[in-house]
């Protein structure tokens, strides 16, 4: 918990300097009771996640050289080593970039974050990612998919149904994060919408889901 406070603080301050609008940057993140009591209080190492893409998104907004490419890569690479999901803030940075035809920028955040990632697992071992694949079938109750959880383990059986919400979760968040994206303002700078959208539409429609 002290941990989390210590990077809550310190992502409340880099928003408080960097944000356009600091005041809504303060009242949204720094003293805001639901993310202090979930985030800090709450003792998961989501903040840690957090404070790593809220870092890398501010970087890659004013990434002008090759070294800040790669210092985006390794903080999306150490991201995806604490939660894998943090991948889909790889893919909402690299999006735009690709779109642009800026290759050699996206190459070398995607090799960064490899890179990263695979000396994380070399220190701890691929048997970290055996509760990937068993969390890929579980649904909880929370989520979107529990309702047709319930009713499909009763009509197909629980295996039938585990496959097929494995399935359509992805195939459900990446039409969220279009829908969401089309919603988004005109102006709002694809380096943000993207991951925004990408990340929302997970915790939407990801069937296994915690409230933190």
Not at 52 to 76: F, M, N, Y
Not at 142 to 162: E, K, M, N, R, Y
Request: with cysteine; hydrophobic share 60%; charged share 10%.
């Amino acid at each position: 918990m002290l941990a989390n406070a210590a990077v809550f603080v310190g992502t409340g301050y880099l928003l408080l300097r960097t944000a356009d609008d600091p005041v809504r940057a303060g009242l949204l993140w720094s003293v805001n009771p639901l993310l202090i009591s979930v985030l800090v209080v709450g003792g998961h190492l989501d903040t840690l996640v957090a404070g790593l893409a809220v870092s890398a998104i501010h970087l890659a907004r004013s990434s002008t050289r090759w070294h800040h490419d790669l210092t985006v890569g390794g903080l999306i690479g150490l991201a995806c080593g604490v939660m894998v999901s943090a991948g889909l803030l790889g893919v909402g940075l690299a999006w735009p970039l690709l779109r642009s035809g800026a290759w050699r920028p996206a190459d070398r955040q995607a090799c960064a974050a490899a890179l990263t990632l695979a000396a994380l697992y070399g220190v701890c071992g691929t048997h970290a990612l055996a509760p990937l694949s068993v969390a890929s079938r579980l649904v909880s109750a929370p989520s979107l998919s529990a309702v047709f959880d319930q009713f499909g383990t009763a009509v197909l059986g629980p295996h039938a149904t585990a496959a097929i919400v494995s399935v359509l979760g992805p195939v459900v968040m990446l039409a969220l994060a279009w829908a969401l994206r089309r919603r988004a303002a005109p102006d709002a700078p694809s380096i943000i919408a993207l991951p925004f959208a990408l990340a929302f539409a997970w915790v939407l429609a990801a069937p296994w889901s915690m409230p933190w």
